[in-house]
């Protein structure tokens, strides 16, 4: 019993101190702690994948490993998401003064199979945002780097003026509706449900839990239940956010239970213990001839999804290239991305790098990848510029979407394509010196030309260009038809030249001008 309350100590200790690192990481008050996603077991597996990634498989292979030892230690411990639902379980249970109690629940494991099958179908042929909206650490990051921060923000800049430690902080972009209810609305569901009744989500809907359940039924040293010992007495059913103890038939379900050892720190009697029960030798029955309805109806089930899956996730995958920003301009992918294609497959739409964006200018996508990219982060330039120097998004990105950027191959990685739109600059329609986006253009892919009355317009030189906004952004000029210079998106990223380069081309090709005759 001793042995219990201190695992179980720890893991209250240990899991608020990954909930409290996450939410650092999510709030841009801690970049380093966003490093910790790493860790997660969907994000390392995809960035192992994706990137071949050596610490991320280990990280993986941690993960299950430990589920195939001992259990779920890692849905209690490191899952941000299971925190937040232990503590609303807790809420619940305080105010509804323990009306809201736990009991047993039915071990809906065909339908936490199907769900992960279906998700990981569609996945596969090319839409990630159901596993994403189902992933609980993407869940999570997706409310914290939204919603969550929006309201962090808020409250410290109406602090600021009361409290002298406090720095204003700027906003950020606007979150889409539709994708922030879709997880907000989630989120909501999840934690109302834990109040009521524990972990429903995590053994139902959740593909982690899912696949850890999996490997936690053929543990080595699961948590179990001794029936020897055990006197029925029902306390550790009272305590058990999982719903997987059967007093009646003196059973713990492991591939249900989450190892958040409440049961073992109740038991009087030591009946909870770590270890396989000795299996009883039963006489052979006589091979029964009724016929499993239950087993060929998920059969059919699967074989449907299977059927329907696959070519869905390619269908919406196909509708990403017919995805436009506002004012028809071709979305702007995260530095790193590489192809929209392989970024649409690969990113969970965590939010991560959104929150820690420098430049305030990456959000949630609504439709501008098209249905395949709601919720993944695209740069919107009217509110921030990409950085120069910054790369956050591509340090952090724990799946493996976007590639980690060396300094040089950020200063020269190609995220759009300027478009200089004259008869919308004010040079031209008021007749007044500019040159702001020339002057703020870290790469010299804008300079300015002579025009008339002495006068200089901007002009574009593309090898140079790398699209990171920063002309749009300071560009003056406001209007339905949008501003004088707007960054378009590209299919693929690519290398931009070298501006010492391009100049002595520029100069090597001018035309020799002639001697003065007289």
Same mark, same amino acid.
């Given at each position: ?16 101190? #990954? ?11 801690? $970049? ?42 890692? @849905? ?18 305080? #105010? ?28 596969? +042929? ?39 430690? *406090? ?25 109302? /449900?834990? /109040? ?14 899912? *696949? ?17 010992? =055990? ?12 719903? =997987?103890?059967?007093?009646r038939n003196r059973r713990l379900d492991t591939e249900r239970c989450v190892a958040c050892m409440n049961c073992g720190a109740v038991c009087r009697f030591g009946a909870i213990r770590f270890g396989r029960r000795p299996e009883k030798e039963v006489p052979p029955e006589e091979p029964k001839q009724e016929v499993d309805r239950g087993r060929r109806a998920f059969l059919a089930a699967a074989g449907i999804s299977a059927a329907l ?30 192809? !929209?294609?392989?970024?649409?497959? !690969? ?49 952090? =990105? ?17 995220? +759009?394509?300027?478009?200089?739109? !004259?008869?919308? =600059? ?22 300015? $030309? ?9 002009? #574009? ?9 920063? @002309? ?14 707007? $960054? ?31």
């Open positions: 019993m001793l042995k219990f309350r201190l695992l179980k100590y720890l893991r209250i200790v240990v899991s608020l101190f #990954v909930l409290a690192g996450f939410l650092a990481g999510f709030s841009s008050l801690a $970049v380093w702690c966003g490093e910790a996603a790493k860790g997660e077991f969907l994000p390392s597996f995809l960035r192992a994948l994706t990137r071949f990634s050596i610490v991320s498989l280990v990280l993986f292979a941690v993960v299950a490993a430990s589920a195939l030892l001992a259990g779920r230690f890692y @849905c209690s411990f490191c899952c941000p998401l299971g925190v937040m639902q232990d503590i609303f379980a807790r809420l619940g249970r305080l #105010v509804s003064f323990n009306r809201f109690r736990y009991k047993l629940q039915p071990n809906l494991k065909r339908t936490r199979c199907l769900v992960l099958l279906i998700a990981v179908l569609l996945a596969l +042929g090319g839409w990630i945002v159901p596993l994403g909206l189902l992933d609980p650490y993407s869940l999570f990051g997706r409310n914290a780097a939204g919603v969550g921060q929006a309201l962090f923000i808020e409250g410290n800049n109406s602090l600021y003026g009361r409290v002298d430690s *406090v720095v204003p902080l700027e906003p950020r972009p606007e979150v889409p509706l539709l994708p922030a209810a879709l997880a907000g609305g989630l989120l909501l569901a999840v934690l109302g /449900a834990a /109040a009521y009744r524990g972990r429903i989500f995590c053994n139902t809907l959740c593909p982690v839990g899912a *696949v850890l359940g999996l490997l936690a039924r053929r543990a080595f040293f699961p948590l179990g239940l001794d029936p020897d010992k =055990c006197m029925r007495c029902g306390q550790c059913v009272k305590v058990c956010k999982a719903g =997987c103890i059967d007093v899956a696959l070519p869905a996730g390619r269908l919406i995958r196909h509708s990403a290239s017919s995805g436009k920003a506002a004012g028809g301009v071709p979305p702007v992918m995260p530095p790193g991305a590489g192809s !929209r294609d392989e970024f649409l497959r !690969r990113c969970t739409g965590c939010g991560l790098c959104i929150a820690n964006c420098t430049g305030h200018t990456l959000k949630p996508a609504f439709l501008e990848y098209g249905l395949a990219g709601m919720g993944q982060p695209v740069l919107s330039f009217e509110v921030g510029k990409c950085e120069f120097e910054c790369r956050n998004c591509s340090n952090l =990105c724990p799946t493996g979407a976007l590639k980690k950027l060396t300094a040089d191959e950020k200063h020269h990685c190609r995220i +759009g394509e300027v478009r200089y739109y !004259r008869e919308r =600059c004010v040079v031209v329609t008021d007749g007044t010196s500019c040159g702001a986006c020339a002057e703020h253009c870290p790469t010299g892919a804008l300079q300015m $030309v002579p025009y008339r009355d002495h006068l200089t317009i901007p002009q #574009v030189v593309e090898e140079l260009c790398i699209g990171c906004g920063c @002309c749009q952004y300071i560009c003056p000029v406001s209007g339905a038809e949008g501003k004088a210079v707007m $960054v378009h998106g590209v299919a693929e990223q690519t290398r931009a030249a070298d501006p010492h380069r391009v100049l002595e081309k520029t100069e090597t090709e001018q035309p020799e001008t002639e001697e003065f005759p007289f």
